[in-house]
Structure formats: C-alpha cells, structure tokens
C-alpha cells in the first residue's frame, strides 16, 4: 500500500526522519518496502536501510509559477507562448501542453494559471522518454522562439506516468515559492500482511504512529452541511442475507456538477497508486484510502428511472440461477449462486464488495448521486473474487474484514467531500439496516500475564498507554485491567485467543527488539515422540545416503494426468477423486490419488536432461471416504530411477542403464538399514507396471510394496527417453509399523571365514531367494553369508532347469572352522536342498 507522508500529517504531527519513521513501522509488523520522494531532498548519509528513490526537486529551480496569458506560436500550430510569472520576473515559456489550448489566444486571463515551473538548469525527468531520464534544461531555440524553461507535467516531475498536459495547481498556490516546499512529499510502500489488514489506509498507519511516538491522533471530522430535505422515506432497504451483509447504509446528495477533483486530491490520489476520475468517484476512492471503507456511488436518476412509479428499494441477495451482469469494466459476467449483489426492483446493479455495474455509474450527465457504504461478509467475498477472477481495491479490503461502523463513517465523509468538490446538496439523515452488529469483545488481562508471556514487566498504567492510542478503551478493576476492542477491528477473539492478540499488540507497540532475552519459566510441557514422523525422516536419511536425491511435488492433480499411469483404453471413470471447489488451474482440480504420477511427471521434466535420475518421495495420497467430509491421508513412498548405472567418467565409458535389479538392491539395502529381515519377494501384476517384470515385497501376510519397471505402453504416455523407467511404492505405515524397536548387533568377527561355491541345478520356477532361505535353515549360525552370483541355462542341465551358483561363507564366532566341521555342514546343507527343493548338486 502506497502511504504519502502527507496525507498521514493529516492526522498526526511527525517529526521524525522518513528513515526512523520507517524504521519504527517496520519494526511494529507494517513493513516499508520502499521510500519514494517526490521531490524532497534526499536523506543524508551515503548508506540508507531502506531502499529510497525518486527525484528531489531543486528549490531554486522548480517553483510554483503563474501564467498569465496563453498566446499562439508564430511558426507551430501544436504550441503555445505563455507570459509566465515566477515570483521574480516574468517570462516567456515555449509549451506544447494541449490542456493549455483551451486558453490560447484569449488575452490576459481573468484567473492566473497556477502552474510547476523549472527554471533553466533545473534536473527533471525526459517526459518523450518512456522509461525516467534526467535531462537538464538548456537554452535553445524551437521553432525560432528561444526556450530555456518549461512548465512541467507530472511525469517530468516523477510524480506519475502523465504527459498529456501540464500540472495545473489549485488557485491558492503561492506564485515564486518552491514547489517541494508546496508539494514536496515522500511515499511509503508497506507490505500489509493480513493480521494487520486493518491499516490498509492512511488513518490505521497515523493510528500506529501515534501508539509508537507518542503523538496524538487528530479525530476524523465527521461532519456534513445537510440542507436538503430527509432522506428518510425516500430509500427502502431490504437485505436478504443478513450473514453475508450485515450492515447497509445510503445516503444522497443531490445537483451536483461532474468536474475533476481539485488538484491537491488528484496529486494525492496518484500518489496513493489511485487513478483520479472525477469529484464524485474520487471521493469513493479518497474515503476508501483514507479510512478502509470502500463505497460506491450510485446515478440516482437511473434508479429512479428503473424504478418506474414505484417507491426506490434496494435489495441486497444471492444471484438467481443464470442470472448476468455487466460490471465496469465492461465485462459481462455469468454470477455464481453464492455471489451477492446490491439491486433494486428491476435486477442486479453491483457485484456487492468487488465492482459496479456499467448501468448504473456516476457519468457526467449524473446530477444526482445515491452512494452506498455497507459491510460484507469477508469469506463470501473472497469466493467471489476468485469464482469471478475479478481483484479491486474494495475487494482487497472487504475479503480481509471491515468492521460494520466503518460503514457510517464512510458515507457521512464522503457526503460532505462530495458537497465541497461539486456543489451538490446533501440529504438529510441515512438509510440504515444494520440486522447483525457484530459484539466487539472484551478482555481482562494482568501484568502477570505480560510478564508471564512476553518476559517483560509493566504496569496496568504503561499498558493502558500502549493500547489507548490503538483505540482500545482500558477500565481498571483492581489488578485487572479490563480491555474493550475499537469498533474498527475484527482481529480481537475473544477469552485466551483475546488474550494472546492484545499482549501481541503489546508486544508490537513496546517493540519487539526491545524485549530482553529471558529463560522460560514456565514449566514445559511433556514431550512427546511423533513415531510416524520420526520414521519418515528415518526412510529420507537412508534413501539419501543410498544416493538418491528428495522431491516434493504438486498434492493437486487433475484425473487426466493421472490417468497417465494405465495403460490406454484401461477404464478409469470410476475413480473417486476429492475434487476442489475453486481450483487454482485447470490441470489442478483434484487432490491426487497416486504419488507415483506426481514424481514421474518430474521424471518426464528431466530425463532429457540428465543422464541418471534416482529421485524418491514420501507424502500423503488422499483417498475418499463414502459419508465422510474429509479423505483418507495414507502416506506413500515412492522411488523412481532411470538413466545410466554408472555416469560417464574421464576414465570409465559405460552404457549400461538402470534395471530391475538395481531397484531391487536399494529396497533390499533400505530394509537391511531398517532391520527388517525375512522380506519376500514375489512375482505379481500391476496395470502400471511390465508384466513379467514386477514384484511385491511380503513381511508374512502383509505386502509392503510393489515394484519393477513401468508398462511400456504407460512409458509411451509420456515423454521418456528409450531407457526403462523403474519405478517402486510403498505404504509407508505399514513398513514403519514392522520396524523392530530394537535389534541384535553382533560383534566384529576375530576368526577368519572358510569361502566356499556352490552350484545346484534346480527348477526353472524356484526362486533364487528360497534357496538361500533353505541353505541359512541348514547351515544354522555358522553361514555368515550366502550370494548368488552366477545362473546358468542350457541343453547341459536340461529342458526347465537352471543352475545357481552361491558363494558360501562359513564362521564360528568362537573358533575356525576345521575342514571336517565345514564338510559336515555342507552335508546338512545339500541334503535339505535335495529333500525340500528337488535341487541336485551340479557337477
């Protein structure tokens, strides 16, 4: 939010330096993101802490001028002499300003122009450039008419992006005075958050720095010169939909006359980032600015004409089914049911909140206006907003929450900014339905709870004078001070939460870094472990030391995209997805159901890329639940790998690729890591995955996950290179829950092993895994380890055989091994192959 200083001295007197005002808001939560000067000196020092731009006037050199007379060019049609007085002689100055057209050729004008005037030499902005650049004024000839000055526009100025004609000031501007000391100010751009949307206008940032100087806040004149007859009688209204509008004022002024806004509020208005239209419409947005109540101004003719013979009534409700509206800016717009306007008795007339309709805007022909001030309810405007994709500076401020007495202030403000900019006569009285008034709430706290929870000691007294200049009425009841909230803020809960948000104000306002460091003297509370968690970031540590690397990926999806991951034609309609209601994209409708399409689309982003890829993730899938609000949240983890095994080295060339095994090998170094021995591994089918090529990982009865290398026909659906894709998933609870507590560790053994190979020749479907099963059973603790590392089929062994060849190691951890102790195991060993496999010893 642009904040000009000016417009703050309004209400506060400031003495402070632009650096430690905005250093002081900063440090109360409403950041400074920028200093803009318009045409102030700039701060000394060479170093600022805040960044500070714009152009400092000269005060020598740009003064405030007044032409006197506006003659023609003798050699130019498109430009124009003005005899110019600058408070110490009078000048000729050559302009080409069309505002100034109007005037030329009228003789010595009745009322002086007031205008910004730099003498030669002066530094402004280029104002043909598009970007700002500086230029000095010189003497030169245009058109055979000597020029060394000109009247200024505000783009030369640095004051806006205008250049269609000169700054013309309002009558009362001191001719010869300089124009930083008439008009010079300095904008603050503050960030506001939204625990401080109340400030987002001038009088919530003068009522902070008047808690944080000292200083006292001057009032808001309310008052209004009303001379025309009551409104009361007139004007019915009727709200509908008492939650989403709780409160709805009108008030009329009548004859007005449509002109541009004295300067000083057009400079001011530019200045705040607002775009001037007219009397009437800056006065809706002046107001809005300056206190946080947005308005609107109503034709009042056209309503009336509306209206027919009936009585004027306007009606606030929800839009009907396929009802539409134009809004302002020219768009016409199809209304959800939830939206809800402001109308009469013939329709709709405004989007309530956020925009106008074109219908029924204040143009130059209005000579009366209706203007409206109401509050909304915060949430429904957010829907609307983003239903619409219809963003406004009155959107802005009422989705964060305007308290319903903003409403009041607002229309008798504008009211009487109307009467004085146009000429008009107000109404007496307002209309006024006000259904819900909201409670503003009272709390009670002690220096006991200051000092128990921000650390610091204060007296009832010094907190009663940190939180009056916020607006809060303090009332003493013995050790308690009883604090009643301003009726212009929302953020006050009630109870503990009430609590926590004033010793937060208190905290703001006494400053944060003026807190001293303090041990907690409260007592903590019991730690508890979080088992799932903890887990989690166990499986993260592992998976990065095995050398893959972490993604976090998209929780939205859309059903296409995920329907990526079956085969084409495979049926996927009858999948349920947790649909969003206003999703943010298209391709982001849903809440996925698979976590594995979330990491192979980052696959699909980077395999051309990179020549290997091992990424992993661990997040949740939500899953819907019939009679249920909310998904279920199962966790998932997901491991994908494709690419190179080994990458290219100055001294090592490989073109091998990633496949089923290497998976394999990290879920099996990732269950070894989690001490969970005896898993299985076994044949299975998955439409995602290649048959023939996948396999699920059993504990007992319970499967872990699935694993192998993904479907070629899913591999076409996206844009991978040739390499295969592996891919593995696993419910993550289930494999936490299976984690021992705790594990045997055995000690370094100090007896060397006895190495032995072993080649049987078993049935072409047993599997390699159940063999090692079988030879650990038979050679009990003295088999330290068993690996297959070769397998072999051919005519030699016969049709639906193959052999396996394992290297054994055999060690006693007491003693070696003698020969005839490690032949009489592997007797037992090949005897228990024989008997429970078929296995023959091949020779």
């Known amino acids: 939010m642009r904040v000009p200083v000016s417009w703050l001295k309004e209400f506060i007197d400031i003495h402070l330096p632009l650096e430690e005002l905005a250093h002081r808001l900063t440090m109360a939560g409403m950041e400074v993101e920028e200093i803009c000067l318009v045409g102030l000196p700039m701060p000394p020092g060479e170093k600022h802490e805040f960044k500070i731009t714009g152009l400092s006037w000269d005060p020598d050199k740009i003064v405030v001028g007044a032409i006197h007379e506006v003659m023609p060019h003798p050699n130019a049609d498109r430009l124009v002499l003005c005899r110019l007085d600058d408070g110490e002689r009078e000048h000729i100055v050559l302009t080409g300003a069309p505002n100034l057209f109007a005037y030329k050729g009228q003789g010595p004008l009745p009322q002086p122009l007031k205008v910004a005037y730099a003498r030669e030499g002066a530094r402004v902005y280029d104002g043909h450039e598009a970007e700002q650049k500086l230029m000095t004024i010189k003497r030169t000839k245009i058109r055979g008419v000597e020029s060394s000055s000109m009247a200024c526009s505000e783009k030369e100025l640095g004051i806006s992006s205008d250049h269609e004609g000169i700054i013309i000031l309002d009558d009362d501007a001191p001719v010869g005075v300089a124009l930083a000391e008439y008009m010079g100010d300095a904008v603050f751009d503050i960030a506001i958050t939204p625990n401080i949307a109340r400030n987002a206008n001038i009088l919530g940032i003068a009522r902070e720095i008047a808690a944080l100087t000292g200083q006292e806040l001057r009032p808001l004149n309310l008052d209004i010169l009303a001379e025309g007859p009551s409104i009361a009688g007139q004007i019915s209204v009727d709200i509908q939909c008492p939650e989403l509008n709780p409160r709805f004022l009108l008030g009329l002024v009548r004859d007005v006359t449509i002109r541009p806004s004295p300067y ?48 004027l009534k306007i009606i606030t409700r929800t839009a009907h089914p396929n009802e539409r509206l134009t809004t302002l800016d020219g768009e016409e717009r199809e209304l959800d049911d939830f939206t809800v306007l402001v109308c009469d008795t013939a329709g709709s007339l405004s989007i309530a909140g956020v925009m106008g309709g074109v219908e029924s805007e204040v143009n130059e022909q209005t000579r009366n206006v209706l203007l409206e001030g109401a509050a909304w309810n915060f949430i429904n405007i957010r829907r609307t907003v983003a239903a619409q994709r219809l963003p406004s500076e009155a959107a802005y401020r ?50 006991g709870d200051v000092q128990r929870l921000l650390g610091i000691t204060l007296t009832l007294e010094e907190i009663t004078d940190i939180l009056t200049p916020l607006g809060f009425t303090c009332v003493r009841e013995g050790e308690t001070l009883r604090i009643q909230t301003p009726d212009h803020r929302l953020d006050i809960g009630e109870g503990i939460v009430g609590k926590a948000d004033l010793l937060e104000e208190i905290a703001r306002i006494y400053g944060y870094d003026q807190i001293p460091e303090t041990r907690l003297a409260d007592e903590l509370p019991p730690q508890r472990d979080n088992p799932l968690w903890d887990g989690e970031e166990r499986l993260r540590d592992i998976l990065v030391k095995l050398g893959l690397q972490e993604v976090i990926t998209y929780r939205l999806t859309s059903p296409e995209r995920e329907a990526r991951l079956l085969p084409p034609d495979t049926p996927h309609e009858d999948l349920i997805y947790t649909r969003l209601e206003n999703p943010p994209t298209a391709e982001r409708t849903v809440m996925r159901r698979s976590l594995l399409g979330s990491v192979l689309e980052i696959i699909e982003r980077n395999a051309r890329l990179r020549e290997r890829l091992a990424l992993f993730e661990i997040g949740p899938i939500y899953l819907p639940q019939e009679g249920e609000l909310l998904p279920d949240e199962p966790t998932r983890m997901v491991i994908v790998l494709t690419g190179l095994r080994y990458l290219p080295m100055w001294d090592h060339q490989s073109s091998e690729v990633l496949d089923f095994y290497d998976l394999k090998g990290i879920i099996e170094a990732l269950l070894g890591e989690l001490h969970l021995d005896g898993a299985q591994y076994e044949p299975t089918e998955h439409l995602t995955f290649h048959p023939g090529k996948t396999a699920q990982v059993r504990m007992g009865k319970r499967v872990l996950g699935i694993f192998g290398e993904v479907h070629p ?131």
């Open 713 to 843: 026909q899913v591999h076409e659906q996206y844009d991978f290179p040739d390499t295969p894709v592996l891919a593995a998933e696993f419910d993550v609870e289930t494999l936490l829950t299976l984690v021992p507590d705790r594990h045997d560790m055995r000690p370094v053994p100090i007896f060397p092993p006895v190495l032995e190979d072993l080649a049987i020749v078993v049935d072409e479907a047993l599997p390699a895994a159940r063999v090692v099963e079988v030879i650990q059973k038979a050679g009990g603790k003295m088999i330290a380890d068993a690996r297959l590392f070769d397998m072999y089929r051919g005519e030699q062994i016969g049709s639906g055989k193959k052999s396996l060849a394992y290297s054994l190691t055999y060690q006693a951890p007491d003693r070696t091994l003698t020969d005839k102790e490690v032949a009489r195991i592997r007797g037992r060993i090949i005897q228990r192959l024989e008997r429970e496999l078929g296995a023959k010893l091949r020779s």
């Open 398 to 447: 009422f989705s964060r929450g305007v308290h319903p007495a903003q409403a009041e202030r607002g229309v008798r403000r504008a009211l009487e900014l109307m009467r004085q900019w146009s000429g008009g006569t107000v109404d007496r009285d307002l209309v006024d339905n006000y259904p819900c008034p909201p409670e503003d709430p009272i709390v009670d706290i002690t220096a």
């Open 264 to 311: 000083w509020v057009q400079h001011r208005l530019r200045l705040a980032g607002m775009r001037p239209i007219n009397n009437i419409v800056d006065a809706t947005n002046y107001v809005m600015w300056e206190i946080g109540q947005p308005l609107h101004a109503f034709d009042y003719d056209v309503l009336l004409e509306r209206a027919g013979d009936g009585p």
